[in-house]
């Protein structure tokens, strides 16, 4: 009885997920489960099971696996004892009808989210290998089990997007959040029923719209939304969906997915009249009482009138718009507000370096056809697959005892990985304009970049602009002791040259790319020049040198984030960014988490590009 009070249970929410995935697993398509091992995601498995079918199949997805176990092949020790090629079936087919568990989805490589999402995309396995050709039903829903332990560690896109859910898993807070125990019968007659329920047009617009107004940019997400709905109406026992259904619907798919924030209704402005009407207590006067009890009336009667009418055509878009809102926590809500789009952050695990080919260091990726050349490992295995479909031919050519024929054609070596590590480069101005509004907390600013770089063991450097040149106070190093002094030790004043720390910000980039580095640039300035390439003073033509500046920066395909450092954001900044193609981040309003954020964000497109 002691473990039934102390074990954690769910909340409501991650329980009615459970339910849903169990009347529609291959439609929903599965859950990105983000919760670290242990008792509470263990009762949510559990509550997972309770809602499938008796005994359903499920599988553990390994990290790395291979196309062979994930997809199936040649049987080797069957093809060779047989003499022909005997297949063996995959995982994704066996768990055909069940579920699919993967362990640390934040990490997954790429070639396992690509399989997992063309299975989930059309509910088979594909299989055209080893002179192999089937295709066998896979029928599965994916559980992926996020444990990644910061923002900056997420699935790839590829599989999130075909998941309806993405769960934040949380124990219940209270006795209304406990979860509600769907026994096996109701999911089971949820189920049979599904096929029965409609939707019907208005909630299909409503939940567009709201996608739509929310920034949501898959399409296969409104669509997820319109599944779930008819999954909820089912398990509630209804043949239609209803608002309750489709707000719930919006609340669970469409949320984790926004991208911005919807902008405030524009309010229409009333059209003066010719003539202004005399003043209330005028007319109140001018009023005799029956007039004013005809009056009052006529407003009551209209107001009930009111109150039988139908609800504007847009009551119920703004209902599900504002079911997203309540559900989006405030702190991505204020990122949401910075303009920062979250797709970008999930679009690559993490935020290490471009990705390097090696022949013999790294991770191991797979196996490619070559020969076992220049220090390539022959992975002996694959090469005996690639062997085995061709015996009875080759033995039968062959003269002598028989033997097991492996030709030139039949070598496989091993595919290596390699990340290259990343070095960020911090260029701050400290002109007269900057030391005089935002230097200080500019600094302290990068002081914050500085110890999360540390944390994740990457470079860091930091550059000065102010007077007639860009000064480069600090190396790339690892070193978070040199790189605070350094940036304490910087003064403020002189003129503004732009150009000069643009232009010195996009040479230290390169060198260090040329040194198999991956560079991230993060500048904080307020975008105004006053000081030209040559030295020269005058706002415009150093404005235009800044300018031409950017125009390479951009050309060097450089990742890059612009803090606007100005009292007030304005056209500068972020002319300069679009002109570097750069993210554009006003300080007054990123502080600390706001300020990490959008580095992450700006980054993450530097693995992608590799």
């Known amino acids: 009885m002691l473990d039934s009070f102390t ?60 196309d062979a176990a994930l997809l199936g092949g040649l049987d080797l020790a069957a093809t060779l004892h047989a003499g022909r090629p005997v297949a063996q079936q995959g995982l994704l087919a066996r768990a055909d009808g069940g579920v699919l568990l993967l362990a640390m989805a934040e990490r997954v490589g790429a070639g396992v989210a690509s399989q997992l999402a063309a299975v989930l995309d059309t509910q088979v396995v594909a299989l055209e290998r080893d002179g192999l050709t089937q295709r066998r039903p896979a029928r599965v829903a994916l559980v992926a089990l996020d444990e990644g332990d910061s923002e900056e560690e997420q699935m790839p896109a590829t599989l999130l997007d075909r998941l309806a859910f993405q769960l934040p898993l949380q124990a219940a807070a209270s006795e209304d959040d406990t979860p509600v125990d769907w026994t096996r019968a109701e999911v089971a007659e949820a189920r049979a029923r599904l096929a029965q329920v409609v939707v019907p047009e208005d909630m299909v617009q409503a939940l567009c719209a709201a996608s739509l107004v929310w920034g949501v940019h898959s399409m296969r997400a409104p669509l997820l939304a319109l ?101 989006i926590p405030p702190g991505l809500l204020a990122a949401l507000q910075m303009g920062q789009a979250r797709q970008a952050r999930a679009a690559s695990a993490g935020r290490s370096g471009a990705l390097m080919k090696n022949q013999n260091r790294g991770r191991p990726v797979g196996t490619r056809r070559a020969e076992p050349k220049s220090g390539a490992r ?16 080759r033995q039968q050519k062959a003269s002598g005892p028989q033997r097991i024929q492996v030709r030139r054609e039949d070598f496989h070596v091993v595919r290596f990985r390699q990340r290259r590590p990343t070095t960020t480069l911090f260029v701050v101005d400290a002109s007269g304009s900057a030391a005089l509004h935002r230097l200080a907390e500019a600094k302290g600013a990068v002081e914050l970049l500085l110890a999360e770089c540390y944390v994740r063991r990457d470079k860091v450097a930091v550059l000065a602009f102010r007077g007639d040149g860009c000064e480069l106070l600090l190396p790339p190093t690892r070193s978070l002791a040199r790189a605070k002094r350094s940036l304490a030790a910087l003064p403020g004043g002189g003129g503004t040259p732009l ?74 900044s972020r002319q300069m960014a679009e002109r570097m193609g750069a993210t554009c981040v006003p300080l007054p309003h990123a502080g600390a988490t706001g300020l990490s954020q959008a580095v992450r964000l700006a980054t993450a497109p530097a693995t992608a590009r590799g």
């Open 227 to 327: 599944r779930v709905a008819r999954a909820a109406a089912a398990l509630s026992g209804m043949d239609e969906v209803e608002e309750v259904h489709a707000s719930l619907a919006a609340r669970l798919v469409l949320a984790p997915r926004a991208t911005r924030v919807p902008a405030p209704p524009v309010e229409e402005a009333e059209q003066p009249d010719d003539t202004p009407p005399p003043p209330a207590e005028a007319q109140d006067d001018q009023d005799t009482p029956d007039e004013k009890d005809e009056a009052q009336d006529a407003a009551q009667n209209q107001d009930n009138n009111d109150d039988d009418q139908e609800e504007a055509p847009g009551a119920l878009d703004d209902r599900l718009i504002e079911a997203v809102r309540a559900a």
């Open 499 to 572: 150009a000069a720390g643009i232009d010195a910000a996009r040479e230290l980039a390169a060198q260090v790319g040329r040194s198999g580095e991956t560079p991230v640039v993060v500048m904080l300035t307020d975008g105004r020049a006053n000081v030209a390439r040559d030295g020269g003073h005058g706002r415009a033509r150093a404005t235009e040198d800044a300018l031409q500046a950017a125009d390479a920066f951009r050309l060097a395909g450089l990742s890059a984030l612009l803090i606007d450092t100005s009292a007030q954001p304005g056209d500068a």
């Open 7 to 66: 074990s954690p249970v769910p909340n409501a929410d991650a329980a009615l997920v459970a339910a849903l995935l169990a009347v529609d697993p291959a439609g929903l398509g599965g859950v990105a489960l983000r919760a670290p091992a242990g008792p509470l995601r263990d009762a949510w498995l559990a509550l997972l099971r309770q809602c499938l079918p008796a005994d359903p199949p499920m599988h553990r997805v390994p990290l790395h696996a291979t």
């Open 378 to 393: 022959l992975h002996i295995l694959e090469t005996l697959r690639a062997a085995a479909p061709w015996q009875r031919l």
